[in-house]
């Protein structure tokens, strides 16, 4: 059976995601800055640590967005192949909630319409949309506004087979010590391994939005997490980058089949203020 | 431990005292100002004219906020990378610019220019925009409105919290503070 969705609905949910996801974390995140107050071991980074918790507090007590930089906003789609869209054009409709939370939501506008000229567009749009057909009739949104400090710092490597899992790590730390302090540690680190060039990237930028508290299924890479976040915790860089021991709150990793000659692996490093709100349709 | 409270403008004196590592309170006059901000105000400089704002003794705030909503002088405040900066801080620097808040590490030419000049480079904690909000009473576009949240504002700050990450002797805690934690 198909069933019709109008695009306003996407519009109106859209728009209360941007605001909800740049003034609330999710639980998971909240949660695990909670823990790393407790254990970190420097002074000044506990310091950090308990200004953060202070700021989410105030954030949405009083609707001042967490972070200024409220970011370029990604949207996902995961749209049921039963679903048929009626009464506009899907990507309009997208772009015309992202417009609505920025500009009623006191947001920040961080967007240029050209990459080279930089006018600002005025309104947050466009936004980065990308859609997944999966099977049944309801539509996942996922808004995950993306601020730039910590994004300027992600990378994709093209690493080939040799380089096997030790070159994975090796990648995922260079990234991780290379943003330091620019990506407002600490910091969840989303990896994206196998694929082509574009979708490892894309599987790095989805990877931040699983809870944190949750572990990929497959084994080896559920220990390949772990083992990440401990080294990337051994880096030292801390709180702000202050020094201390909470570099990092998670390492989320996705993997995917690739190509015999090739292992890409893509590191999106997003900062403390890791944003999504997730709503069913 | 007492609350470390600074005055800004900041004075010579001041600007010294202050040593790495140094967790303070900043209460005054500050001003904002990013990419495009100090894009615009070196091009005044090379066709030979004034600034919009005065540089001795002051400090900028790398910082674009947010939209204030009604009521409130701002909206959310917190740092920016400084490093999209460096190019430009020098140049300020040698005009007096005493002080600089951002986050994330310098080039060598920013810290020669602190260490010439005498100046300190703060970090505000990245991220807590809502809560250094609060330490800001008054804020109003004084250079470059048509850039938005880009514009030059003039901030009246009261403890606005800061750490000194590069002192006037060119101490950098970025450098040192992470070797103490790291771990094999
Ligand atoms: S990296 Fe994150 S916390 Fe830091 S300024 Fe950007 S959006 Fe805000």
């Not at chain 1, 093209?158 to 990506?183: C, F, R, S, Y």
């Not at chain 1, 931040?208 to 401990?230: F, G």
């Not at chain 2, 800001?136 to 514009?151: D, N, R, S, T, W």
Request: charged letters at 25%.
């Amino acid at each position: 059976m198909v069933r019709d969705i109008d695009v306003k609905l996407l519009t109106d949910n859209i728009k209360e995601m941007c605001i909800e996801a740049t003034h609330y974390l999710s639980p998971d995140m909240c949660a695990a800055l909670k823990v790393a107050t407790e254990t970190e071991e420097s002074p000044l980074g506990k310091q950090v640590l308990d200004s953060l918790s202070e700021n989410l507090e105030l954030a949405g007590k009083e609707m001042i967005p967490i972070c200024q930089d409220t970011g370029m906003a990604v949207v996902f789609l995961e749209i049921g192949q039963d679903v048929h869209f009626v009464g506009g054009n899907v990507m309009d409709a997208v772009n015309e909630g992202v417009r609505r939370g920025y500009v009623d939501g006191y947001l920040r506008k961080s967007v240029v319409g050209d990459p080279i000229i930089r006018e600002n567009t005025k309104d947050n749009t466009p936004a980065i949309l990308h859609t997944e057909i999966v099977p049944g009739d309801k539509v996942k949104i996922t808004v995950s506004p993306k601020g730039f400090g910590s994004e300027n710092k992600s990378r994709v490597f093209m690493l080939t087979p040799a380089d096997g899992i030790e070159g994975v790590k090796q990648a995922i730390l260079t990234a991780v010590k290379d943003a330091g302090p620019n990506a407002c540690p600490p910091m969840v680190v989303g990896v994206g391994v196998g694929g082509t060039f574009e979708k490892c990237a894309y599987m790095a930028k989805k990877a931040l939005t699983r809870d944190i508290d949750k572990h990929s299924e497959i084994p080896y890479v559920a220990e390949l997490e772990k083992e990440m976040l401990e080294k990337i915790n051994n880096t030292g860089i801390g709180p702000g980058g202050l020094g201390g021991r909470t570099t990092a709150l998670a390492v989320n990793i996705n993997t995917y089949a690739t190509h015999i000659a090739g292992l890409p692996v893509a590191i999106n490093i997003c900062c403390h203020v890791n944003r999504h709100a997730v709503r069913e349709i | 431990m007492s609350k470390r409270i600074v005055s800004v403008p900041l004075s010579k004196e001041d600007a010294k005292s202050l040593k790495v590592g140094d967790y303070v309170y900043l209460t005054g006059t500050i001003y904002s100002a990013r990419d495009a901000a100090h894009k615009r105000m070196i091009e005044t400089l090379d066709r030979g004219e004034a600034l919009p704002i005065e540089m001795e003794g002051n400090v900028i705030y790398y910082m674009g906020p947010s939209p204030a909503r009604e009521g409130r002088p701002i909206g959310s405040a917190g740092p920016t990378t400084s490093g999209r900066m460096d190019p430009y801080a020098p140049t300020l620097l040698d005009l007096g610019l005493r002080g600089m808040i951002g986050k994330g590490k310098r080039t060598k030419e920013v810290k020669d220019a602190v260490v010439r000049n005498g100046a300190v480079y703060f970090a505000a904690v990245g991220g807590a925009g809502a809560l250094l909000s609060h330490c800001i009473k008054e804020a109003e576009v004084v250079a470059y409105p048509e850039l938005g949240p880009e514009a030059i504002h003039k901030l009246e700050v009261v403890e606005l919290p800061a750490i000194i990450v590069m002192d006037s002797e060119g101490n950098d805690l970025y450098e040192t503070a992470t070797k103490q934690y790291q771990r094999d």
